[in-house]
């Protein structure tokens, strides 16, 4: 078990949750890949987009709806600073996680995270596991108090 995976694993532990991590023989690198491998719908799949804030110069989390978009002034806006790419050497420094693999829990430090309203319209939901071929389910509202997110339109 990847070290990545074993972090969401214990973060989902820690919380008082039993995980439910799959892996995946088919990549789940999309939301719509990982929606037919789950064989979910492709909004019950938590999308992990980060920034970097031109102001802090750390990571900004997105969580959004496997449908959505996020709008960059939208997500400008929400964050309080201007947002730009950000690398995978920031995205790994401070998350932990790889490109394709980056789970909304587990991350190394702290990270300011927002969270698309439309995930919350679920039961469950589903969202990288730590790597592009693990995947985990969780209720959006343990996925909020696990995160610290708030709620906020971003998306266009």
């Not at 969580?63 to 790994?92: C, E, H």
Request: with cysteine.
């Amino acid at each position: 078990m990847s070290k990545s995976l074993k972090r969401v694993e214990a973060a989902l532990v820690e919380a008082g949750l039993t995980p439910d991590i799959r892996e995946m023989q088919a990549s789940t690198r999309t939301a719509a890949d990982a929606a037919a491998a789950v064989g979910c719908g492709v909004d019950q799949i938590v999308k992990s987009i980060i920034f970097r804030g031109e102001v802090t110069g750390h990571v900004v989390l997105f969580l959004t709806a496997g449908g959505n978009r996020v709008d960059d002034a939208k997500a400008s806006a929400v964050a309080g600073q201007p947002l730009g790419k950000a690398d995978a050497d920031l995205i790994r420094a401070e998350t932990g996680f790889a490109i394709g693999g980056v789970s909304p829990v587990g991350h190394l430090a702290p990270v300011t995270a927002y969270l698309d309203p439309r995930v919350l319209g679920f039961d469950t939901v589903w969202a990288a596991a730590g790597t592009p071929r693990h995947v985990f389910a969780i209720a959006p509202a343990d996925l909020l108090r696990l995160t610290g997110a708030r709620v906020a339109d971003f998306v266009g």
